[in-house]
């Protein structure tokens, strides 16, 4: 895993020395067509390019610290400092987006005739394909390596193609028909990459306030640890994610009430080692013991079980725990979305099971699907 972590922040920073570079040689283009055509305009859009680095070196900088060791005031390590590259890089496009909706808007009310020369010409073409050929190996790039940061930054290069191009489109139609799309086109572009920039904003952000991890993730785990021998069901899934190669994680599983604290530590250490060279996750095992044998906590259990079971609006019912010297029994249900009073609930759930064995006392535990 060290390897695989230390390959892929190797490749990120790579490729983000190639968009650097493609910028930089772009800009030393723009700067000296624009000098030798004594064209201004030419020369601040090669300072522009300068500034379109910026994405880059973004994101090479929180790559660099994103790979740094734990240490003791950040014991799971600094990866979550990808998200805030990514959040950065995403505010960047989205503040392009809002500017070249507002400058276009202008040109809608205000429209103006732009001038093209050949030279002019010849360095938009150039840019547009510098940009787009950047920006989709970026963008692949960002996406195969699992980096918010690069596909923002392969997105950035992109929509500056694409704000180019409609330029150039506009110009084309100009002249020809003698009618300005400038303003329209640059309102349409930049609502898109508003929205663009929203979503890219609302990933890291989402990981940062935990988001739910793949329906696919939970389902491989729970598969793979119900393959060991001895567990009969696997539950409250919870994982937190630190980074592209650091999750830490919990989750139960349910075994026969016969089974020895030895068997047990070994099943629970098996486990534990398979989720972290499987998956990468550090995961903590908890134990549910299921009653087995002719006896009354077996009896109880599957009155227990069976009477929740058939419940629509309950999701899973496990964790049935029968404590004999206070006389009581306990058990965890997860209740569908739709119930919203779960006190309520609780008692409902309670009052039902209550004379299926009255000389017992209750304890429901309302638990939450985390995962799933």
Not at 129 to 156: F, I, M, N, P, T
Not at 157 to 180: E, H, K, P, R, Y
Request: include cysteine; aromatic fraction near 6%; charge should be negative.
């Amino acid at each position: 895993m060290k390897k695989d972590s230390a390959d892929r922040s190797r490749s990120i920073v790579r490729t983000s020395a190639i968009g650097i570079a493609t910028n930089v040689l772009l800009a030393a283009f723009k700067a000296a067509v624009g000098l030798i055509a004594g064209s201004v305009a030419i020369v601040m859009d090669a300072v522009n390019n300068l500034s379109d680095a910026l994405s880059s070196v973004i994101t090479i900088v929180g790559t660099k610290l994103s790979a740094r060791p734990a240490d003791r005031k950040h014991p799971y390590g600094h990866g979550r400092i990808e998200y805030f590259s990514a959040i950065i890089i995403a505010v960047i496009v989205l503040s392009a987006g809002i500017t070249s909706l507002v400058e276009s808007a202008k040109k809608i009310f205000s429209p103006t005739s732009p001038e093209y020369t050949t030279v002019t010409l010849v360095v938009i073409i150039v840019a547009v394909v510098v940009k787009l050929l950047l920006g989709r190996y970026v963008k692949k790039q960002g996406e195969r390596l699992e980096s918010d940061a690069l596909v923002a930054s392969g997105s950035d290069a992109l929509f500056d193609a694409v704000i180019t191009l409609s330029t150039l489109v506009s110009a084309g139609i100009m002249l020809i028909w003698n009618f300005s799309l400038d303003g329209i086109l640059g309102v349409l572009i930049s609502a898109v990459i508003i929205k663009a920039g929203i979503e890219m904003l609302s990933r890291p952000v989402d990981e940062l306030l935990g988001a739910r991890v793949s329906d696919e993730l939970v389902h491989d785990i729970k598969r793979e640890v119900m393959e060991f021998e001895g567990v009969h069901g696997v539950y409250d899934v919870i994982l937190h994610s630190y980074g592209h190669d650091v999750m830490i994680g919990s989750l139960h599983i349910s075994v026969d009430d016969t089974t020895d604290a030895y068997r047990i530590h070994g099943l629970t250490r098996r486990i534990a080692e398979k989720m972290y060279v499987k998956h990468g996750i550090i995961m903590t095992v908890g134990i549910y013991a299921v009653a087995t044998g002719e006896n009354r906590r077996s009896e109880m259990q599957n009155i227990v079980v069976q009477t929740l079971g058939r419940h629509n609006d309950i999701v899973q019912v496990h964790g049935f725990y029968y404590f004999e010297k206070e006389n009581i029994v306990s058990v965890d249900v997860v209740p569908d979305i739709s119930v919203v009073d779960e006190q309520a609930f609780c008692r409902k759930l309670i009052d039902e099971l209550q004379p299926l064995i009255p000389d017992v006392g209750l304890s429901i535990v309302i638990d939450h699907n985390y995962s799933e």
